[in-house]
Nanobody, 116 residues
Framework: QVQLVESGGGLVQPGGSLKLACSAS????????LGWYRQTPGNERELVARIFNSGSTEFADSMKGRGTFFRDYDKNTVSLEMNSLKPEDTAVYYCSAYVYSYGRFWGQGTQVTVSS
């Protein structure tokens, strides 16, 4: 079983920034891809952004130009910095990783609230 622990959520004003971190119980070289998803009440979970083992990235249209990935191989952590946050970015954010030979795993989620 692979554990994913998210951190970095919280309350931020519109236009502000947050850096979400996802710490894995396996080395990052064992992860094929890791993504951040978000969900609001009554809606399906949607992809925000993901990074592949190769380093290539994919961003939802809503996050293009506002997100940056960071990887720390010593801490087995992938972070997503989100800038110019808007109230519509408010959601529970989940980290999900596809681990080679093991499949997909999810974290417990972290709340992001963008409000003045």
């Amino acid at each position: 079983q692979v554990q994913l622990v998210e951190s970095g959520g919280g309350l931020v004003q519109p236009g502000g920034s947050l850096k979400l971190a996802c710490s894995a119980s396996v080395g990052l070289s064992n992860i094929a891809n890791l993504g951040w998803y978000r969900q609001t009440p009554g809606n399906e979970r949607e992809l925000v952004a993901r990074i592949f083992n190769s380093g290539s990235t994919e961003f939802a249209d809503s996050m293009k130009g506002r997100g940056t990935f960071f990887r720390d191989y010593d801490k087995n952590t992938v972070s997503l910095e989100m800038n110019s946050l808007k109230p519509e970015d408010t959601a529970v954010y989940y980290c999900s990783a596809y681990v080679y030979s093991y499949g997909r795993f999810w974290g417990q989620g972290t709340q992001v609230t963008v409000s003045s």
